[in-house]
């Protein structure tokens, strides 16, 4: 490999338009976006398929040699695989969210998935999206950014995006603020790789910003370092 990867690393807790970001991002630059979230839901979701309370480390980590966990881009947009089955649909539930986030906490999960990650750095131009990309799993990338907005905002778009779906219809403002809330002292407090601002990365604020303007500010930054 003669040329440095492009690795880009965008960080930030749920619901801060992430995900969005960093597929325009990677739909613009030409390059693979890879949501690391999805990897964690998977994870989640075998667990709970087998009975298993994500929490429960001592029943989590026998479970991690027997399972694989990829992903695919299909026409851009990503798919993820579960011991070879497309779960992409699945993992989109509330439920598998908060399962992704506590089995999260797990170390050894963390390690597994994060060599996965890395894997995929090493061979690919990427755009890498999750909770600590810029401080873990691709520490030395130049391209970092922390993508946020006020938990009301978040709360807000969360409940758009799963109305639209037609899913946690009787989900009140208020509960799902809440549930974000709990998730980012969860994400934030855990003892390996917790999701962290780090000193180097570009904070971005996308409360009162609209998702194109995100995507310029972001893409702007990436052209000035390149």
Known sequence: MSMERLNIAIDGPAGAGKSTISKAVAQELGILYLDTGAMYRALALK?????????????????????????????????????????????????????????????????????????????????????EIGSYVIPQTPYKFYVTASSDERAARRLRELHAKGLELDKTHGQMKAEIEARDHTDSHRA???????????????????????????????????
Request: hydrophobic share 40%; net charge negative.
């Open 47 to 131: 667990a709970i398929r087998l009975g298993i309370d994500p929490n429960d480390a001592s029943r989590v980590v026998p479970m991690l040699p027997g399972t694989s966990v990829s992903v695919r881009s299909e026409g851009g947009v990503q798919r993820t695989l579960l011991d070879g089955e497309d779960v992409s649909g699945e993992i989109r539930t509330q439920q598998i969210a908060k399962g992704a986030s506590d089995i999260g906490v797990i170390p050894e999960v963390r390690v597994k998935l994060a060599e996965c990650q890395r894997e995929i750095a090493k061979n690919a131009d990427v755009v890498m999206e999750g909770r």
């Open 192 to 226: 390996t790789a917790p999701l962290i601002r780090v000193p180097d990365a570009v904070y971005v604020d996308t409360t009162d910003m609209s998702l194109d303007e995100a995507v310029n500010f972001v893409l702007a930054r990436i052209r000035r370092k390149s």
